[in-house]
């Protein structure tokens, strides 16, 4: 491991913060899917409590699935794409021209 400079760190702050949300917002919406059958189809509260406890357990599933898949793509696209690597393909110098528009501008 080396050192990482303060922009890596923050899009790593970034994409944790990116896939914890994304996977609350999945995880709720399993949650929602798997338990407003059981608010239909069981109205005994033994079956009931099953179907949440399931419902539970889909949407932790469902949660950490995203969190490593969005964790997982970050690392492995931060591992193969390192800025200035050898092999980069380096950008043409075009200096300014007396007379014309830059190609800055």
Known sequence: MGHRSQADRDAMTVEIGFAV????LMAAGAFIAVSVPSVFLAPHGGVRSVLLMIAAG???LVFMGR??????RFGHRDATV???????PV????PSQPGRT???S
């Open 21 to 24: 949300l994304t996977g609350a």
């Open 58 to 60: 889909v949407a932790g």
């Open 67 to 72: 969190v490593i898949d969005v964790l997982w």
């Open 82 to 88: 390192e800025i200035g690597a050898p092999g980069d």
């Open 91 to 94: 950008p043409p110098v075009q």
């Open 102 to 104: 830059s190609p800055d």
